[in-house]
Nanobody, 123 residues
Framework: QVQLVESGGGLVQAGGSLRLSCAAS????????MGWFRQAPGKEREFVAA????????VYADSVKGRFYISRDNAKNTVSLQMNSLKPEDTAVYFC????????????????WGQGTQVTVSS
């Protein structure tokens, strides 16, 4: 079983950058697809980005494409989300998730979740 802990959230001005990290425990990290989701107050959790089990298998939500970049380091059991050109509408709690093998966009394909980290973008 894999356990996930996110870090790197915080307060940033619009146009700024943040890098989120998700540290995974467990020897089977490399067998999982990894995803980032976010949930803003009063809204449903939404897909942000995912990195499948294989290097070429990455997917991004249209709203973050070209601004956010997901990466994973299987040797360090980490997955990161580099967020650039942040906008106030990016404000949310960001969650790391693990599950399956492909870069799924549906939260229901992931069965292991971190506790979340808050990202706040001021205008």
């Amino acid at each position: 079983q894999v356990q996930l802990v996110e870090s790197g959230g915080g307060l940033v001005q619009a146009g700024g950058s943040l890098r989120l990290s998700c540290a995974a425990s467990g020897r089977t990290f490399s067998n999982y697809a990894m995803g980032w989701f976010r949930q803003a107050p009063g809204k449903e959790r939404e897909f942000v980005a995912a990195f499948g089990r294989y290097v070429s298998n990455t997917v991004y939500a249209d709203s973050v494409k070209g601004r956010f970049y997901i990466s994973r380091d299987n040797a360090k059991n980490t997955v990161s989300l580099q967020m650039n050109s942040l906008k106030p509408e990016d404000t949310a709690v960001y969650f790391c998730a693990a599950g399956g093998t492909n870069a799924y966009t549906s939260q229901y394909r992931y069965d292991i979740w971190g506790q979340g980290t808050q990202v706040t973008v001021s205008s």
